[in-house]
């Protein structure tokens, strides 16, 4: 027997419900949005597919600039203290993909996915991390 479309309703928008309560909802997806203030992201974690191409818009509703920084995989700061001094230095050995953006503005990151984990989210401007600016980006095999 085919399911008739009345039935099929009412899953489908309770799932489109959740998806738009909790950014991509715990489920994988390549097309991601994140919203940054002082001094958070919204949401604050994501799930994606590894080894994918993933797209995430990053708009900043604050007033000074803030980055999307994806940390290389092992690597979780507990403090602004665990950062290396020089820009050199964190792009080396800390940070997998990055963007910066202005106030008012969205900018639009794209990147391959590291492999299964999970992986820290930070905004590397000085007190932001501090101030509560940490996520969590989880890779699904
Ligand atoms: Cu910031």
Same mark, same amino acid.
């Given at each position: 027997?085919?399911?008739?479309?009345?039935?099929?309703? &009412?899953?489908?928008?309770?799932?489109?419900?959740?998806?738009?309560?909790?950014?991509?909802?715990? %489920?994988?997806?390549?097309?991601?949005?994140?919203?940054?203030?002082?001094?958070?992201?919204?949401?604050?974690?994501?799930?994606?597919?590894?080894?994918?191409?993933?797209?995430?818009?990053?708009?900043?509703?604050?007033? &000074?600039?803030?980055?999307? &920084?994806?940390?290389?995989?092992?690597?979780?700061?507990?403090?602004?203290?665990?950062?290396?001094?020089? %820009?050199? %230095?964190?792009?080396?050995?800390?940070?997998?993909? %990055?963007?910066? &953006?202005?106030?008012?503005?969205?900018?639009?990151?794209?990147?391959?996915?590291?492999?299964?984990?999970?992986?820290?989210?930070?905004?590397?401007?000085? *007190?932001?991390? *501090?101030?509560?600016?940490?996520?969590?980006?989880?890779?699904?095999?």
């Amino acid at each position: 027997m085919m399911r008739s479309p009345r039935t099929l309703a &009412v899953p489908l928008a309770i799932a489109a419900l959740a998806l738009s309560a909790c950014g991509n909802g715990g %489920e994988p997806s390549t097309d991601l949005q994140v919203t940054t203030t002082e001094f958070a992201f919204s949401p604050a974690s994501w799930t994606v597919p590894a080894d994918q191409e993933i797209s995430i818009d990053i708009t900043n509703n604050g007033t &000074v600039v803030h980055e999307w &920084v994806l940390l290389q995989p092992g690597v979780n700061i507990t403090s602004e203290a665990d950062l290396p001094d020089t %820009e050199e %230095e964190l792009l080396a050995d800390f940070v997998y993909v %990055e963007e910066e &953006v202005d106030p008012g503005t969205t900018k639009t990151l794209t990147f391959t996915a590291p492999a299964a984990g999970t992986y820290q989210v930070i905004c590397a401007i000085p *007190g932001h991390f *501090g101030g509560g600016m940490t996520a969590t980006l989880n890779v699904t095999g």
